[in-house]
């Protein structure tokens, strides 16, 4: 009788603190989806991690919780997002956007967690857990784009192309950012245990990590000047990248090969020190 109270009590401490985190991380992807880094016109946004937090719960609890703790997520962007609601030019239309724009490309993200189990490397298996989530999200986004707000935000004319290209500039480098996030956390923190601790940052992990910020950073840099080529005094428009000043084209170009050499001398200097610790002293 003893030993099954005690296994009860657990599985009542181990249902609470499930309960707990997913209500904090739930509260987390909220306050991080309201820091934009860069906010689109016409909708979309790249945020400080604002997906991270329901990925990381998927890859702790499971695909199913995860879909769930997305749903939930999904509500709260939507409560976020009402204007956007009052835009739709019919009840389908309406229905399109609450699907497509928020319940399906918020819940998607509860998939992250779809690689714990099948790639031995936590961080890895996090980050293309991320990306396949990502990409599902764009896709939502992109359907969208073309058909619910085509005549609204969107052309008619073209419409799959535009959206292809308005969703991809701000979809990409939140992509870049949640994926370098997922991968961190899940190297320097044990996800899959009931008490989350620290663990000693593996060499190899830093290594992909380290040389992977700078080139991160300088994408997410240049996607950031390419929608500020955009900005017309209309709003949003794509066709101003045809009018873009070669000035505009080399500091693009010359952020990325910054971003890229940086990588590059990183990546050398901790493989340095890795032969020789000597030398970090």
């Not at 016409?42 to 890859?59: K, Q």
């Not at 936590?122 to 619910?148: E, K, N, P």
């Not at 190297?187 to 601790?197: A, D, Q």
Request: positive net charge.
């Amino acid at each position: 009788m003893s030993e099954t109270k005690t296994t009860a009590e657990k599985m009542q401490i181990n249902k609470t603190l499930r309960l707990t985190e997913t209500a904090v991380m739930i509260a987390a992807a909220a306050v991080l989806s309201l820091i934009k880094i860069v906010d689109m016109p016409f909708g979309g946004s790249v945020t400080l991690f604002s997906m991270l937090p329901i990925a990381v719960i998927s890859y702790r609890y499971g695909v199913p919780w995860g879909l769930l703790t997305g749903l939930v997520n999904a509500l709260m962007q939507m409560l976020f997002g009402l204007k956007n609601l009052t835009y739709a030019t019919s009840t389908p239309a309406l229905i399109a956007i609450i699907m497509l724009d928020y319940i399906v490309a918020f819940l998607v993200i509860g998939l992250a967690g779809m690689f714990r189990g099948k790639i031995r490397d936590h961080g890895t298996a996090l980050a293309f857990g991320t990306i396949i989530s990502c990409i599902l999200r764009y896709i939502c986004h992109v359907i969208s784009g073309c058909t619910v707000w085509a005549g609204v935000s969107i052309p008619t004319s073209d419409g799959l192309i535009y959206s292809l290209a308005y969703n991809a500039t701000y979809m990409i480098p939140e992509t870049i950012v949640t994926v370098v996030g997922a991968f961190f956390v899940a190297n320097i923190l044990t996800l899959t245990t009931t008490n989350i601790k620290r663990v000693p940052f593996k060499e190899g992990a830093a290594i992909k990590l380290y040389t992977a910020l700078p080139i991160s950073v300088g994408i997410i840099v240049c996607f950031a000047l390419i929608c500020g080529m955009m900005q017309g005094e209309s709003g949003f428009d794509i066709t101003a990248l045809a009018s873009a000043s070669v000035w505009d084209w080399v500091t693009i170009c010359t952020v990325l090969v910054v971003a890229a050499i940086s990588s590059v001398i990183v990546y050398v200097f901790i493989t340095y020190l890795k032969k020789d610790p000597s030398r970090a002293h």
